[in-house]
């Protein structure tokens, strides 16, 4: 089955810098890829999602990079706020649309003001 | 619209006993599905129901069910309770037929066993 691997478990960031999160899938034939966020006593919420058939996807300050040959993508979040602090999450679905969604391991950024 | 909402959001149970948690999707979406949050496993998915009937289940022992009804509205059960299932139960409902598509979560109902 499809296994998700995220980098790094924690990040530290300056409020103003930008923060990168990488994730590897192994399932080549997963199309679906989206982001979340989850605050401390909250549920995860979407932030942003891409499709195998995209490339790039930008929302506001955050965007998601999606490469299929090397299995890889990444979410990149420009001018850090201190409210960007949270645990990210990077997942993917499996070969069809009717495969659940199976999640990295997270990650802890910290913007520091 | 409202989001999905869970009950209850925290519960205490004795190791053996059983637990209900009650799901009430976002207005409109038919997909419900359930997962586990611990630190050590991260998020992962318990079952799926779409119509009431369920579509896919995840690698938990039986002692864990669902259904849902004709309201979309889910609950699953814990039978047996066992300290390693001290977790944060989120559900998500979905606009999509297909699972594998966006999720909306709820905040979650926090269980602790003892």
């Known amino acids: 089955g499809e296994n998700v691997e995220q980098h790094p478990s924690t990040l530290s960031v300056q409020e103003g810098d930008s923060a990168v999160i990488k994730c590897t899938y192994s399932?080549?034939?997963?199309?679906?890829f989206p982001w979340y966020k989850q605050e401390l006593g909250k549920g995860p919420q979407l932030i942003i999602d891409?499709?195998?058939?995209?490339g790039e996807k930008k929302d506001q300050r955050i965007a998601v990079t999606l490469n299929k040959t090397a299995k890889h993508f990444s979410l990149h979040i420009t001018e850090t706020q201190p409210e960007d602090s949270a645990v990210y999450f990077c997942?993917?679905?499996?070969?069809?649309?009717?495969?659940?969604?199976?999640f990295g391991k997270g990650t802890r950024l910290s913007v520091i003001a | 619209k409202a989001g999905v909402t869970q009950t209850p959001r925290y519960l205490i149970k004795t190791r053996g006993q059983q637990v209900t948690l009650s799901c009430s999707p976002i207005?409109?979406?038919?997909?419900v599905s359930w997962y586990q949050q611990t630190p050590g496993q991260g998020l992962q998915f318990l079952f799926e129901?779409?119509?009431?009937?369920?579509?896919n289940k995840g690698n938990f022992p039986g002692r864990f069910s669902g259904r849902q009804f004709s309201n979309s509205r889910s609950e699953m059960n814990v039978s047996t309770l066992e300290l390693g299932d001290s977790a944060l139960y989120l559900c998500?409902?979905?606009?999509?037929?297909?699972?594998?598509?966006?999720?909306?979560f709820g905040p979650g109902t926090r269980l602790t066993v003892t």
């Open positions: 207005s409109g979406h038919r997909s």
């Open positions: 129901y779409f119509s009431e009937t369920q579509r």
């Open positions: 891409i499709r195998s058939n995209v």
């Open positions: 998500a409902s979905s606009p999509k037929r297909d699972v594998g598509y966006e999720q909306y």
């Open positions: 399932d080549s034939a997963s199309n679906y």
């Open positions: 997942a993917a679905s499996g070969r069809s649309g009717n495969t659940p969604l199976v």
